[in-house]
């Protein structure tokens, strides 16, 4: 079955250091996303992508988080500056680009700032 | 703005028997969609059903049904004949309608499930 893989699925970081969390979507998806967990906590919305740019971001996906799509196959996520309040369970997804369901998580980047 | 609302933070059932996991949502969209998954210890999120606002009949897949009641605005998880492995963190998640909330999932709170031998 196919599956998103997410690389790598721990990493822990220094404070103020860049980090980016890789992954490779469904290959016949068209839409992307990106959400994050903190521990205990519900799963949050980041943003989405979709013909090579972005289509919709929360709120936390402020100036020190980008996108990227750097070729046919990786979604890529970039936090500039890390932060304590970053360390959470980041989740890379794609779907189908019609509705219904096939909407599917890959296993997830402990991310750990210290 | 669409919302989930997930009432039992935790829920306990016996082996072999049949569960109920609560979730409400709000939405003024006319077509939605509404997920479950399971997330278990080691932190995946396994898709476990899903269900069209358009569907005349309820989601079935293997041993997870979804009581899907439209009017309501509930869309409630059974678990049948209820296994150790079922253990795990259960969310439901509702898909935006249109625009550029399209694919968007909101979240809700999550449900602690514990099987007992």
């Known amino acids: 079955e196919p599956e998103v893989t997410q690389t790598p699925s721990h990493q822990v970081t220094q404070m103020g250091q860049e980090v980016i969390l890789r992954c490779v979507p469904i290959?016949?998806?068209?839409?992307f996303y990106w959400y994050r967990q903190i521990l205990g906590q519900k799963v949050e919305f980041l943003v989405s992508f979709y013909n090579n740019e972005i289509s919709e971001k929360s709120e936390i996906f402020d100036d020190q988080f980008s996108v990227e799509r750097p070729d046919g196959s990786n979604f890529t996520l970039k936090i500039r500056s890390t932060k304590l309040e970053d360390s959470a369970m980041y989740f890379c997804?794609?779907?189908?680009?019609?509705?219904?369901?096939?909407?599917?998580f890959g296993s997830g980047t402990r991310l750990t700032v210290v | 703005a669409q919302k989930i609302t997930q009432t039992q933070p935790g829920m306990f059932v016996q082996e072999k028997e049949a569960v109920t996991l609560d979730c409400t949502y709000d939405t003024s969209d006319p077509s939605y969609g509404l997920f479950w998954y399971k997330q278990p210890s080691s932190g995946e999120m396994i898709f476990l059903i899903y269900q069209g606002s358009y569907d005349q009949q309820n989601a079935t897949e293997g041993r997870y049904s979804l009581n899907f009641q439209k009017a309501r605005k509930s869309a409630n998880l059974v678990i049948s004949a209820s296994q150790l492995g079922d253990s795990a963190m259960y969310f439901c998640?509702?898909?935006?309608?249109?625009?550029?909330?399209?694919?968007?999932?909101?979240f809700g709170q999550g449900t602690i499930l514990t099987v007992h031998p």
């Open positions: 997804a794609s779907s189908p680009l019609q509705g219904g369901d096939g909407y599917t």
């Open positions: 290959s016949n998806h068209l839409y």
């Open positions: 998640a509702m898909r935006g309608a249109g625009g550029t909330s399209y694919g968007k999932l909101t």
